[in-house]
């Protein structure tokens, strides 16, 4: 006998890796159980929600056991058979719960549940995020000929304001009190008629911003443009999953090359893709391409309330959107048929996903576009180490630079303040006086300045102010981290340790101190020096963006809005003001301290310094005025500082990959982090030792190419009262960790003291 069978994966969340379970599709359901759908099926003894994968005909043997039923089908699908392949892939790649990797595909404010009730029944529980309908009061076909009673008030007012055009009944109950029994009274005679219209929540959106340009669409595209253009239309031409890096200067006019990238998609029938950093994702960036793509435009990220982003992917799942723009989680919508992703600046961090399934946006949408035969597009004005490697020797992939800006406006100068030397010379201060000169000068002609904390990670590391000496490993050279408890220095990597010196070892000086500065502590010294230099009574505001100020919604916009208004400002902030900015009134870009990465234990350390420096230089001069660029810092004779402050990228790229090969560190190998936590150290300790014994049997007797590293503390040792520990894997370039890997934690008991995650190409380390 054939019948009809789903592969079901039940919404159960679990740390085990499941896999999917066969039920039978009654035949009264055949047409509506579709993959994607959520459905109602018993498991064991009681019902669960699950979501299809995949539905077949199957040939039951008749003495075989038979399938249990699928029971209901509960939704539309949420996610076609691609999805589900993505799902699966996700699941293998990263040795995540399939469980997990389906959620990812659900529409936001969640599913359907099934929720017991004290007396061992159960009852369904719909989400309670849904469309929202509006009732609108519209001319109905008696509107002109039907004359109200003299005192009926309020009957006469609804058909005034219908005569002007369409209202929402909450406006007229705002207007004039309680109206249902006159409208009520209207509908009957025919003047008026109710309907219902569903309503986008968050289409409210201010267009643009004050201070920042409108966006048009430039008569012609600058050479650099056009060559960028060319080298991605020659692989959508292609059609065969190729993946473009494009790397453009910021302001070298990228934005337009995807736009129209976009448009040649488009006008193939196939829709597109734009990934944005969360936080570039303001209403400036949605309009640029609301401007061209008007309403078919979708947008998500993490700062829209639930409603607003349950209206934008039903807007996809219908099929109105043909473009959509947001955060990493834009990957996951139902939008069909997708030609072409962008991922506009491919370096940044947050396309790493930090909780399960822990995926590199990177690799799912290169995955994605190989399957579906697109095209990746990878924009960034400091593209990542493994974007650049991978452009060099794999093949579908190439490699396109923007040297230049489309307005022609050159690239600030750099210049680097060896913060040592200022402080041998008799300064305690965080700015220098080359610093402080540039600032009142540039307020005083009225312009503005912005000056970047940089705060990365809160791992402290000791730091010599006279010579800029700082304790590194012995075996790893990365920085030994500070460890207030025991007053001494680890390393994170090897264990190695050793304690605090009293003195600097190079040149004995007392000064051998924590680094790192708040904020606020910034800010106070900053306005002191702006009273000093330029009167108390000058008026220069200092516009604070860290984490404390923009935790509010929409306290991002509202600060950007009032340095964009000031006749002449500083902002200041951490990591967060180093992107997307575009005012051109902005001449000096100040770094305070470039060297808190430098110093963090970490592999990527000196490349993230670099990037920072490239970016926040493209914040400066971007209109008619000039820019200048100060970079404080402790080594200033780093490569990392050096080839940045001359834009060269080569000069820190050859001896980056060099260093990378010899420790191997990716893009040469590939890493996988085991991150073991809990409230007792002991146990956590003990999980630690046996998972890396496990492990090490594992894969060090397969291949002399693996390596695991001894368990360690984390470099941020604690979190929440739990303790953490981790093991480094490291394996060959193109190995399958998943699979060297899955087996260890497919079968580890859950031990109800400690928790494990496993992190396959991790990019905190931290
Ligand atoms: P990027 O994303 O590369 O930093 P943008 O896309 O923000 O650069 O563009 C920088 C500026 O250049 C914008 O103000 C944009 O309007 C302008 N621009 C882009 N393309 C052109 C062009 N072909 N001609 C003139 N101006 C352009
Ligand atoms: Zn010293
Ligand atoms: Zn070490």
Not at 183 to 211: I, S
Not at 285 to 297: K, L, P
Not at 311 to 324: P, S
Not at 331 to 341: D, K, R
Request: proline share 5%.
């Amino acid at each position: 006998m054939v019948a009809r069978t789903a592969h079901i994966v039940l919404d159960i969340p679990t740390q085990a890796l499941d896999s999917p379970y066969t039920y039978e599709v009654p035949a009264h359901l055949v047409d509506e159980a579709r993959v994607g759908c959520a459905v109602l099926v018993p498991f064991g003894s009681r019902k669960a929600i699950g979501f299809i994968m995949e539905v077949e005909e199957r040939v039951t043997d008749e003495g075989g056991r038979a399938l249990k039923r699928l029971e209901r089908v509960l939704s539309q699908p949420y996610f076609t058979a691609m999805g589900a392949r993505c799902a699966a892939f996700l699941a293998q790649r990263y040795v995540a719960p399939l469980s997990a990797c389906v959620r990812l595909f659900t529409p936001p404010g969640g599913v359907p549940r099934v929720v017991r009730n004290q007396h061992g029944g159960w009852r369904l529980e719909q989400p309670t995020v849904g469309e929202v309908d509006d009732r609108w009061v519209v001319a109905g076909p008696q509107l002109d000929r039907f004359q109200p009673r003299k005192n009926a008030v309020k009957q006469m007012a609804v058909l005034e304001a219908v005569r002007r055009g369409d209202v929402r009944m909450t406006e007229l109950t705002l207007e004039y009190g309680a109206v249902s029994a006159a409208v009520r009274a209207l509908v009957e005679k025919g003047a008026v008629v109710v309907e219902r219209r569903r309503r986008m929540r968050g289409d409210e959106q201010p267009a643009c911003v004050a201070g920042s340009r409108a966006y048009q669409r430039p008569a012609a595209l600058t050479e650099c443009q056009e060559q960028a253009l060319s080298a991605i239309r020659a692989a959508q031409h292609q059609a065969d999953g190729s993946v473009v890096v494009v790397d453009g200067v910021t302001g070298s006019g990228k934005t337009e090359v995807y736009l129209r990238a976009i448009e040649a998609e488009l006008v193939r029938g196939r829709t597109a893709i734009v990934l944005v950093p969360e936080i570039s994702l303001t209403p400036q960036t949605v309009a640029r391409f609301r401007s061209r793509f008007g309403s078919t435009v979708a947008v998500m990220h993490s700062r829209m309330s639930m409603g607003e982003r349950y209206d934008q992917w039903d807007l996809i799942r219908e099929g109105a959107a043909r473009v959509v723009v947001g955060a990493r989680s834009a990957l996951f919508t139902p939008l069909q048929n997708v030609g072409l992703i962008v991922i506009d600046e491919e370096h940044e961090t947050t396309y790493k996903q930090e909780s399960a399934p822990r995926y590199v946006s990177r690799d799912v949408a290169a995955w994605m576009m190989q399957q579906s035969s697109g095209t990746l597009v990878l924009g960034s004005a400091t593209p990542s180490i493994e974007a650049l490697y991978q452009a060099r020797v794999r093949p579908g992939w190439s490699f396109v630079s923007m040297p230049k800006r489309a307005n022609g406006s050159p690239l600030p100068q750099v210049e680097v303040v060896d913060m040592a030397a200022e402080f041998a010379a008799g300064s305690r201060s965080m700015f220098s006086g080359r610093l402080r000169r540039a600032l009142t000068d540039e307020l005083a002609a009225g312009h503005k300045a912005v000056l970047l904390l940089n705060q990365r990670g809160f791992a402290s590391f000791l730091l010599c102010r006279d010579c800029g000496f700082v304790p590194e490993c012995v075996n790893c050279s990365t920085s030994l981290t500070f460890h207030e408890r025991g007053n001494k220095l680890v390393c994170h990597h090897c264990g190695y340790e050793i304690a605090a010196p009293a003195v600097c070892p190079e040149c004995e000086s007392p000064y051998l101190k924590r680094f790192g500065a708040g904020t606020q502590r910034v800010e106070t010294e900053l306005r002191s020096l702006i009273d000093a230099e330029l009167g108390a009574d000058a008026a220069v505001p200092v516009v604070r963006m860290d984490a404390d100020t923009t935790a509010a919604k929409g306290a991002h916009q509202r600060l950007l809005e009032e340095f964009a208004r000031a006749p002449r400002a500083v902002l200041l902030g951490t990591q967060m003001i180093a992107k997307g900015l575009d005012f051109d009134d902005v001449t000096l870009v100040g770094v305070v301290n470039a060297d808190t990465q430098l110093h963090l234990p970490d592999y990527r350390a000196s490349e993230r310094t670099f990037d920072l420096i490239e970016q926040v230089a493209g914040r400066a001069g971007r209109g008619a005025l000039p820019g200048r660029v100060i970079v404080q810092t402790y080594e200033a004779d780093s490569i990392a500082i050096r080839a940045a402050a001359a834009y060269d990228r080569e000069a820190f790229l050859v001896p980056e990959l060099e260093k990378r090969r010899v420790l191997r560190y990716p893009p040469y190998v590939r890493m996988a982090n085991v991150l073991i936590w809990g409230p007792d150290e002991k146990a956590v300790r003990a999980e630690a030792d046996r998972l890396h014994a496990c492990i090490r049997e594992r894969v060090a007797s397969a291949d002399r190419d693996w390596e695991v590293l001894a368990a360690t503390p984390c470099v941020i040792a604690r979190i929440r009262g739990n303790f953490r520990w981790h093991i480094v894997v490291k394996g060959p370039q193109d190995c399958d960790m998943a699979a060297a890997l899955r087996d260890v934690f497919a079968h580890r008991k859950p031990d109800g003291r400690t928790t494990v995650a496993l992190d396959i190409d991790p990019v905190d380390l931290l």
